[in-house]
């Protein structure tokens, strides 16, 4: 008689699992205390990781609005799996769904993500992996102000595909918002002669991946992770975790409750993410019809200008790529005000440029080749 086979065998573990659940529902928990005595606070009937979880919605302000948002880490997951390290993971999933809300003037509550892993194996052997990326989710969710109502992990096997590292995953996450009506931030109000502050970032955040990959794997072979840049290891810049904008950008506004007050006139905002400056810039401005000169944008990193070089990708290319050093960027008639919140936020800020009558985007570069390309014009 042939031996019954057993889920195990085909690479899923239900006691395995069962562990890196509990797991993430532990950092889970943790991240409730941020939302106690708030909109969003979480309530337990059930003190048990696979029981119902109920939020408190009540005392909402008449106007308030809900609103929900979804993104994931992309390809950026391959950095940490060349690297064996996966604590940084999780800022780069909170700065994707909550920065998204705030620049609408949501105040994000509430996330649930959902992780996929291609197997935790037959033994404990995977479960620290687990424990990173539950360690950065804990201090992710605290930066962002969240609570992370559930979750899920899923062994998908072949699915996520690769041999870099033993553990390979996909993350994505859902964000509930709110915002009051009177606060929401819809690019309306933007005036010819608004400023235009930038919040800087000094990683690569989440858009563009693809490319970075690519020329790395070009020029130096496929473990371009154990080379360096000036002495520092490329992996190390490439996992560089994402600013989380959130709470500064809810001092600005002062989010949906109106007994909050507003530090700071934010008419428009932009989360420089897929289709880079121009593209995410352009987006906030379309309502209006109005443009903008940028003539002192913030440095790149060093990684995104050492692929630009390396690559010999132009600066056009790299601004509409990538963030190129402005995570996010905020147009405002109070540039100050809005520079003295991102400061005691301990967030790098500046006034890169001002908006104009004209319909196009034009761009100071500081790329690597601003030599030769230094107005860049979208």
């Known amino acids: 008689m042939n031996p019954m086979s057993t ?37 337990l009937p059930f003190d048990d990781f696979s029981g119902l979880r109920a939020v408190n919605m009540g005392g909402l302000p008449e106007g308030t609005l809900m609103n929900m948002g979804f993104d994931t880490v992309g390809t950026k997951s391959e950095f940490a799996e060349r690297a064996g390290r996966f604590d940084t993971l999780a800022f780069d999933l909170m700065a994707m769904v909550c920065d998204d809300a705030v620049i609408r003037g949501g105040e994000p509550i509430l996330v649930g993500s959902n992780l996929e892993v291609n197997t935790l194996g037959t033994d404990e052997s995977r479960l620290p992996y687990i424990k990173q990326l539950a360690d950065g989710y804990v201090k992710a969710a605290e930066a962002a102000g969240v609570a992370i109502i559930n979750g899920e992990t899923a062994q998908i096997g072949k699915r996520v595909m690769g041999e870099l590292s033993p553990f390979r995953t996909n993350w994505g996450a859902t964000c509930i ?10 690019g309306h109000d933007v005036r010819a002669g608004d400023a235009i502050v930038a919040l800087a970032e000094p990683g690569v955040r989440c858009n563009g991946i693809s490319l970075i990959r690519k020329v790395l794997t070009d020029k130096y072979g496929d473990d371009w992770h154990k080379h360096d840049l000036d002495g520092t290891p490329l992996i190390d810049l490439a ?36 289709s ?9 401005l379309k309502p209006v019809g109005l443009g903008a000169t940028i003539d002192a944008p913030l440095e790149p990193n060093q990684l995104m200008l050492h692929v630009q070089e390396i690559g ?22 109070e540039p100050h005000a809005v520079l003295s919140v991102a400061r005691s936020h301990h967030i790098e800020a500046s006034v890169i440029g001002t908006v104009n009558t004209s319909a196009t985007i034009r761009i100071a570069s500081r790329g690597h080749f601003a030599a030769r390309e230094h107005w860049l014009e979208y």
């Open 239 to 274: 996992l560089t975790p994402s600013v989380i904008y959130t709470k500064a950008l809810l001092d600005m506004v002062g989010g949906y409750d109106l007994s909050r007050p507003a530090r700071a006139k934010v008419h428009a905002a932009a989360h420089v993410t897929g």
């Open 312 to 333: 010999e990708v132009s600066d056009f290319e790299a601004y509409r790529t990538w963030h190129m050093g402005q995570g996010m960027v905020i147009v405002t008639p």
């Open 177 to 186: 918002w709110l915002a009051h009506e009177e606060r929401m931030i819809t």
């Open 7 to 43: 889920y195990a065998q085909s690479g899923v573990d239900v006691d395995v699992e069962e562990k890196a659940a509990k797991l993430m529902y532990q950092a889970a928990k943790k991240s409730w205390a941020n939302r106690q005595g708030k909109v969003g606070e979480i309530l």
């Open 276 to 284: 880079g400056l121009p593209g995410k810039l352009g987006r906030a």
